[in-house]
């Protein structure tokens, strides 16, 4: 099955800009999603389709996806932006949703 | 307002039964495939299921397949989990969430509260 490979953990000065990647065989060829989840709380879309932003989501998210990697770009990182943020592709080998193990983002 | 609002947790027995729910309310229930994700305490996203619009097509995750049963009622703007032959490993909080695109299965741009199953002797 495909796997999604996040590292653990981040971390980032406020102001700074934050890269969270996301490792898998040949990702550039899928479509890549990015999910913000704080504590307590259900997932939010902040990235879909490799790099459009829903509204509501500000400019500083970006995204982009090439090769092995997909990149989560926080640029002028704030205190709000700390969380969990999780990748996801729909594999259509297994018609699987498959998710990265997730990135926990701290704002030092 | 768009809303998912699941339903039907709770504490149970291993080796026991669950059927949770998720009620749709604020766009057009019948036009999207469904799915629902879960997340063990402390740990990551794992999806668990989808169902097409229509219900013909189904997918299971490996880890529930042939135990679980995910199904919807398009006139009840409900969807479903049945959960069977429990486990400890079940232990999680379930989310229902709407794919962005009608007809797609590929992102999910809304989700409920969750509701939380617990699986313990």
């Known amino acids: 099955s495909y796997v999604l490979t996040q590292p653990p953990s981040v971390s980032v000065a406020p102001g700074k800009t934050a890269r969270i990647t996301c490792g898998g065989n040949?990702?550039?060829?899928?479509?890549v999603h990015w999910y913000q989840q704080k504590p307590g709380q259900a997932p939010v879309l902040v990235i879909y389709?490799?790099?459009d932003r829903p509204s509501g989501i500000p400019e500083r998210f970006s995204g982009f996806n090439s090769g092995n990697t997909a990149t989560l770009t926080i640029s002028r990182v704030e205190a709000g932006d700390e969380a969990d943020y999780y990748c996801?592709?729909?594999?259509?080998?297994?018609?699987?949703?498959?998710f990265g193990g997730g990135t926990k983002l701290t704002v030092l | 307002e768009v809303q998912l609002v699941e339903s039907g947790g709770g504490l149970v027995k291993p080796g026991g039964s669950l059927r949770l729910s998720c009620a749709a309310s604020?766009?057009?229930?019948?036009?999207?495939?469904m799915n629902w994700v879960r997340q063990a305490p402390g740990k990551g996203l794992e999806w668990v299921s989808s169902?097409?619009?229509?219900?013909?097509?189904?997918y299971y995750a490996g880890s529930v397949k042939g135990r679980f049963t995910i199904s919807r009622d398009n006139a009840k703007n409900s969807l479903y989990l049945q959960m069977n032959s429990l486990r400890a490993e079940d232990t999680a909080v379930y989310y229902c969430?709407?794919?962005?695109?009608?007809?797609?299965?590929?992102?999910?741009?809304?989700w409920g509260q969750g509701t939380m199953v617990t699986v313990s002797s």
């Open positions: 969430a709407r794919p962005a695109v009608a007809g797609r299965l590929d992102v999910f741009d809304i």
């Open positions: 604020g766009f057009t229930f019948s036009s999207y495939s």
């Open positions: 169902i097409s619009s229509s219900s013909n097509y189904i």
């Open positions: 040949n990702i550039g060829s899928k479509s």
């Open positions: 389709y490799d790099s």
């Open positions: 996801q592709v729909w594999d259509s080998s297994s018609d699987h949703v498959v």
